[in-house]
Structure formats: C-alpha cells, structure tokens
C-alpha cells in the first residue's frame, strides 16, 4: 500500500446543550474506523451552559487512509483540492470543515460543525511541499 503523506489526522466538533450527545457522536463516527476512540471533555459556555468537546487523532496509517477515503467522497472533492493553497497553512497543516448534520445521515458534505486538521508530511517543511502532498493524498 501506498505511504499516506500526513503524521496524523485530528477531527473535532462541540455537543452542545441542545444536541444529543449520542447523535453527534454517531456524526463523528462517520469518519472513523471503528476501533479509533473518542475523546469526551467537558466545557462550559460563556452563560454556563454545557459544552462537550469530542476529539479523534489518527496516526495509524490504515486509520488515516480510511479517514482519506471518506473524505473523498466529497461532491465538491475537487473544490477542496483547488482550494489546498487556503486550505494548508504555513505550518503544514491542511484543514477542512464539515457538516455535522450531514455526517449524522452518514454522509459526507462540506459544512460547518466538524474540524478535519491534518499534519501534512513535508520535506523540506514547506508550505508549496504540503500543499503538492496533500493533493496527491486527495487525488
């Protein structure tokens, strides 16, 4: 199998007191190889209300590539590929966000509501260097 250009991959979205808990989990998992475990913090919101964070890294490489693939089920896949000099900053990592809602009915758009951050591997540690593997990785 082919080598997957990133150190690891993070996903992240808020549970908020009038979400389910259960359901925004199970929008996580969308993403997810099942074996991967979700980590649960509490917080609270600025006029105390609940705030759970949920939180997932990959570093596995057949984790990432599952992750990889979800990700390329994207109807706007290419836009996100065009959009990879936005898309990775300076320090390498390429970011993405998407819809927490659409996730929930297992499917995988563009949106707000889940983080995507991956560490992009690149040698030099040059923006033009991750950019160039992140589109190979999304190709």
Not at 8 to 29: N, P, S
Not at 63 to 91: F, P, S, T
């Amino acid at each position: 199998m082919a080598s997957v250009p990133f150190h690891y991959i993070d996903l992240r979205t808020f549970c908020y007191a009038t979400e389910d808990d259960q359901r925004v989990e199970t929008a996580l998992e969308t993403f997810l190889p099942q074996e991967v475990e979700i980590e649960r913090m509490q917080s609270e919101g600025h006029h105390g209300d609940r705030i759970i964070v949920l939180s997932a890294r990959v570093e596995n490489a057949d984790e990432m590539r599952h992750i990889l693939g979800k990700l390329r089920e994207l109807a706007d896949i290419d836009r996100v590929r065009d959009e990879l000099d936005q898309r990775v900053d300076d320090n390498c990592s390429f970011f993405v966000s998407l819809d927490k809602q659409s996730a929930y009915r297992d499917a995988v758009e563009l949106g707000e509501g889940i983080t995507l951050r991956a560490k992009v591997e690149a040698y030099p540690a040059k923006k033009e260097a991750a950019v160039e593997n992140a589109r190979n990785a999304l190709a």
